[in-house]
């Protein structure tokens, strides 16, 4: 009964401050219905390119969750399930919703443009300079975070050897692989029929659900078998071309037909949640509060790291203003696809830490592999135990949600750092590398900036993955206080109201750095003693580096909040 509590309070909650706080920021801002919007204004068939709403809100919810809401509050429930259960609301109501609903309208207002056009407009072009450099570092972690992950997903240590096959009666990550290639190719065809064959978003939507249903089948039934470096490899050249093609032939479709796997994710699990709360068939094994100090460090700053997406994620102002803002029909939308997404995820942050609760004994006795098979399991055995068709049936196709999201968030990240490395060399009266000169017309070229990111996310994916975790939360936190400041500053410049935003910008400052530091010391002690490893050096360089940029970019911050003030 716990349990369902605990999902009915943070559905009520997410559900008022939408309504309300959501609403009132809209009021603030002035959210215009009548303003046309970039995607109409600047139409041009690849990048700008007008979405149905639905389809709008599946892209930028898909791309948005990713794992990060599933194995955050998992690893974070080792402090109880209260303080999780907590900041997921809270600071999904309060801190992401503002920074995804924030950079979302800043970017429709600045013609779609990135949080580094935002940041020149309002506190010159050395700090857009910086941050993009900040942005390219931390999109160069998720991306060879999720090739790790999709790459571990897809493989299964018996295909070491196999260069290409289907096989019969396949394992769980031979199916997993099938239906996430077949998942492409079905959205090639969605989008073909939509944009180029005229056929109606709702007969579309049946059909690619039909689809999905027909390709699960098939997975269930005949798996591929590749190696991990090839999957690697593969899944590298996947993501150059589908960075590169117009959103309508992959990113729009492929995003809202996967949206439908999430959202039936977490209605099974709704679903097991109530079923549990009167069966019996599993037990919230979680404390309300184990402690200030746990495994993974002190209350302040790991939990506001750990959880991550489940609360706030800096990835989501890069997807609001890198892909989302150039999609969006109309101004009026923006609060349910900014807001309403990150409200949607905390929910889904609740989810995943209820379904840990169900296995938590388990859990912290190390029985599952990944946080993400403990959400699975807990899921599962909501539905029956361990071994039988139901559970085995819901978990198989629970890591099968989870595996298309990684994917999801790779593929959109790797478009955004696209955008990203040509904006860092394009000149401020250059539109494209159309108009860019010499070694800089290379630079900015759309292959180049892909490859680029591309090829060294996938040699570190193909490393050790908990190095690379190790960084990931503190830098995409970080990028969150600083997407914080840059929508805030904007706001303050055209005249209005930013008050909202200096808390939520200084706490998620300070956590990370605060984290950042406290990496930097541990690993300089590992240098001292002579212990280093490679890893350890990768992650005191990379965090002394995001330390410097963010110190530089909240001082350039600092600066502009006063000239404000002055003006005022």
């Known amino acids: ?87 997921c609301v809270v600071g999904g109501i309060f801190f992401g919703g503002l920074q995804d609903f924030g950079s979302l309208f800043a970017s429709v207002r600045n013609d779609g443009k990135s949080v580094g056009e935002i940041i020149k407009s309002s506190m010159g072009p050395r700090a857009k300079k910086l941050f993009l450099i900040f942005g390219l570092l931390v999109l160069i972690l998720v991306i060879a975070s999720f090739v790790n992950v999709v790459a571990g997903t897809f493989f299964t240590p018996g295909d070491a050897e196999v260069t290409f096959g289907i096989v019969k009666n396949p394992t769980g990550n031979q199916t997993t692989a099938m239906i996430s290639m077949l998942f492409i190719l079905l959205a090639i065809i969605y989008g073909l029929l939509t944009n180029r064959a005229g056929l109606p978003t709702v007969v579309a939507t049946i059909l690619g659900i039909v689809g999905i249903v027909g390709i699960i089948y098939l997975g269930m039934n005949y798996g591929l078998a590749m190696s991990r470096t090839a999957w690697i490899v593969l899944i590298g050249a996947y993501i150059t071309v589908a960075s590169l093609i117009p959103v309508w032939i992959m990113l729009q479709p492929r995003d809202y037909l996967s949206s439908f796997l999430l959202y039936a994710m977490m209605l099974v699990a709704i679903v097991g949640i109530v079923m549990s709360a009167f069966n019996g068939n599993a037990t919230f094994e979680i404390p309300a509060f184990t402690g200030w100090t746990t495994k993974i460090g002190n209350l302040f700053p790991a939990l506001f790291i750990t959880v991550a997406c489940g609360a706030c994620s800096g990835f989501h102002s890069l997807i609001a203003t890198g892909t989302s803002s150039k999609q969006l029909d109309n101004e009026s939308h923006a609060k349910a696809i900014g807001y309403g997404s990150m409200l949607i995820e905390s929910a889904l942050g609740v989810i995943s830490l209820i379904a840990v609760g169900m296995v938590y004994t388990r859990y912290l006795n190390g029985e599952f592999g990944s946080p993400s098979a403990a959400f699975a399991g807990g899921i599962g055995i909501m539905f029956g135990e361990p071994g039988t068709a139901k559970y085995n049936t819901i978990y198989a196709l629970l890591t099968l949600a989870v595996s298309v999201f990684a994917l999801t968030s790779l593929d959109t990240g790797t478009r955004l750092s696209r955008f990203m490395f040509s904006e860092l060399f394009l000149k401020e009266e250059e539109k494209s590398y159309k108009e860019a000169t010499g070694i800089r017309k290379a630079l900015t070229h759309p292959l180049v900036g892909t490859l680029f990111m591309v090829v060294i996310g996938c040699i570190l994916g193909a490393l050790s993955l908990s190095q690379i975790w190790g960084l990931f939360g503190a830098a995409n936190q970080l990028l969150a206080g600083i997407a914080l400041m840059a929508v805030c500053a904007w706001l303050g410049q055209v005249g209005k109201n930013n008050k909202m935003f200096f808390i939520p910008m200084i706490f998620m400052l300070c956590a990370t750095i605060t984290s950042l530091v406290l990496t930097i010391k541990a690993k300089v002690a590992l240098v001292q003693a002579s212990t280093a490893l490679w890893g350890d050096w990768f992650q005191l360089c990379f965090a002394a580096a995001m330390v410097l940029l963010a110190v530089i970019l909240v001082i350039e911050g600092l600066i502009t909040f006063g000239k404000q003030a002055k003006a005022k």
Not at 32 to 37: A, E, L, N, V
């Open 1 to 87: 009964m716990t349990a369902l509590l605990i999902i009915i309070a943070a559905i009520v909650l997410l559900i008022i401050g939408y309504i309300t706080y959501g609403s009132w920021l809209a009021k603030q801002w002035g959210i215009d219905p009548t303003r046309k919007t970039p995607a109409v204004t600047m139409e041009d068939g690849v990048d700008y390119v007008v979405a149905p709403p639905a389809v709008l809100m599946g892209h930028h919810f898909s791309s948005i969750a990713g794992a990060g809401p599933i194995n955050g509050p998992i690893q974070a429930s080792v402090f109880g399930w209260l303080p999780v259960f907590l900041w």
